[in-house]
């Protein structure tokens, strides 16, 4: 997500390093490609126009021109006028007491992942406690209310459901009254669409706002529509008075301007955000961690709080004491690699640690999966006692027997344990330090390619400050398995 707002701004900021104190020409000139980000990510124009006047009015002034690193200063203002733009936020659902019914009605134009919302936006009430139910409210397409009724399956949520009902407002009140004889305590209305904007979609949604009474009304916009989201957003808020909006396929979004724009436009914030496909991707939508992903700054919060839910907290402790007494094996690692991959895709969880986006985008998602798949097919090739101490007990021979076990060359084993050596002093030096502290360590262990299984890439990425083109990275990729084809040319020479 951002892709093209990160690099946008990423040049900008560029462009004002290395130049000492700044004087106010090449200020503004710096502020023109911000500028210019904005509007190629999809920013509204008026609010470009409002966002460049504030930074403007910060930048050209005294503080900045005589600081000694004006291009940090610089990141720093449109930090600050980032979240602002976006916020603030109240993620607060206003649930009622227990034993009370809260309603939270959800619409949305067609297309828009209105139902699909409605079961994450379940699973993540029940995550908090709660016991949630949901309305298939959506008379108008047969297909929602099976779409409602698997998903509430497949979350072991109880579903409201009635194929003959005609009138959707009736069957909202008659929701409210089951869950009033049942343990439900929070309703989500998964309200009819249309393709566009219409009176009649209008006049059906106030009137179930009228009579049911919602304590919230979401909106839930595609991202991948622009500014299409961000007007019918207004739209809808100028019938209803919408109470926040949940911005889905944000994953899918590369220029995020719509995220953007929403608030400063309709007033209305961005509550939660989907970022994938599977019924746990979506999560609170914080201005000031998005605003540091936008600027290549990480969110390494949200990654802790991800990492809290989906770790296994009882096997993360059992290392955490295998560590505290020094011990830390291929084991370990394997099932570091299995925690990780919970987390979502390599790209998302590496965007999220500051210094590491730009290490995916030098080598690809595809060949970093490609060798983390090649570590587990080694490790489970080895023998515990190998595994326990790989640099002390693999020689020749056994490298030989482990790399044919795992269809890779020998020297793929040997580079293996000697990442692993590099991996366990720092894991151990680790086992003390608290969850901020493993970050940064992580971070420095990623940095001198000891998680990287494309470090020589990654190192010429890092070394260039630019972003590769696609066409550079397949040239990249081609050298590195020609570069693999000369290795096991010279093995063979060498058996022979």
């Not at 892709?3 to 290395?18: F, K, P, V, Y």
């Not at 459901?161 to 309703?187: I, N, S």
């Not at 979502?344 to 080598?363: D, H, R, Y």
């Not at 023998?383 to 076990?405: F, H, K, L, M």
């Amino acid at each position: 997500m951002f892709e093209s707002l990160q690099q946008g701004l990423g040049s900008a900021i560029r462009t004002l390093r290395g130049r000492g104190r700044l004087g106010e020409s090449n200020m503004r000139e710096g502020l023109g490609l911000v500028r210019q980000a904005l509007l190629e990510a999809d920013v509204s124009v008026s609010v470009v126009r409002r966002f460049m006047d504030r930074v403007a009015e910060q930048a050209v002034g005294e503080r900045v021109l005589k600081s000694l690193d004006p291009s940090q200063q610089l990141i720093a203002i449109v930090h600050g006028e980032l979240i602002q733009l976006m916020g603030p936020v109240d993620h607060s659902l206003h649930l009622k007491a227990k034993g009370e019914v809260t309603v939270l009605m959800l619409c949305g134009l067609q297309g828009s992942g209105k139902t699909t919302t409605c079961g994450k936006l379940g699973r993540y009430i029940r995550q908090r406690g709660r016991n949630p139910m949901l309305v298939a409210a959506d008379l108008q397409r047969p297909a929602a209310i099976h779409q409602l009724e698997v998903l509430g399956q497949q979350l072991g949520l109880p579903v409201y459901a009635d194929t003959e009902a005609k009138d959707p407002v009736k069957l909202c009140q008659a929701a409210v009254r089951k869950a009033k004889d049942t343990d439900a305590d929070v309703l989500l209305l998964d309200t009819a669409g249309r393709l566009h904007v219409d009176e009649e979609l209008m006049r059906q949604l106030t009137m179930i706002d009228r009579r049911v009474g919602p304590e919230q009304v979401y909106l839930v916009v595609d991202a991948m529509t622009g500014q299409d989201a961000v007007l019918s957003a207004k739209a809808f808020n100028e019938a209803l008075e919408l109470d926040g909006v949940i911005m889905t396929k944000l994953d899918g979004d590369a220029r995020g301007g719509a995220a953007l724009s929403v608030k400063q436009v309709t007033g209305v914030p961005i509550k939660f955000v989907g970022t994938g496909e599977h019924l746990d991707a979506i999560e609170e939508f914080h201005p000031d961690r998005m605003a540091g992903r936008i600027l290549g700054m990480g969110d390494v919060v949200s990654l802790v709080e991800r990492a809290q839910q989906e770790f296994d907290q009882e096997e993360m402790q059992k290392q955490e004491a295998r560590l505290r007494k020094g011990e830390f094996t291929l084991d370990d690692f394997k099932k570091m690699l299995g925690q990780t991959k919970k987390l979502g895709p390599l790209n998302k969880v590496m965007g999220m640690i500051p210094g590491m986006s730009q290490m995916t985008e030098a080598v690809g998602d595809e060949d970093v999966e490609r060798e983390m798949k090649r570590f587990v097919g080694m490790i489970d090739s080895m023998t515990p006692e190998e595994r326990r101490n790989p640099s002390r007990v693999i020689d020749q021979s056994r490298r030989r027997r482990i790399a044919t076990g795992a269809g890779v060359e020998p020297h793929q084993v040997n580079e293996l344990v000697k990442q692993f050596d590099a991996m366990a002093g720092i894991m151990q030096k680790m086992s003390g330090m608290g969850i901020m502290g493993r970050m940064k360590a992580m971070r420095e262990l990623a940095e001198g390619g000891a998680l990287n299984p494309g470090g020589k890439l990654a190192k010429q990425k890092k070394s260039t400050g630019k972003r590769l083109s696609p066409k550079e990275r397949a040239k990249l990729r081609r050298q590195r398995e020609k570069e693999l084809r000369r290795k096991k040319r010279e093995t063979r020479k060498n058996r022979k």
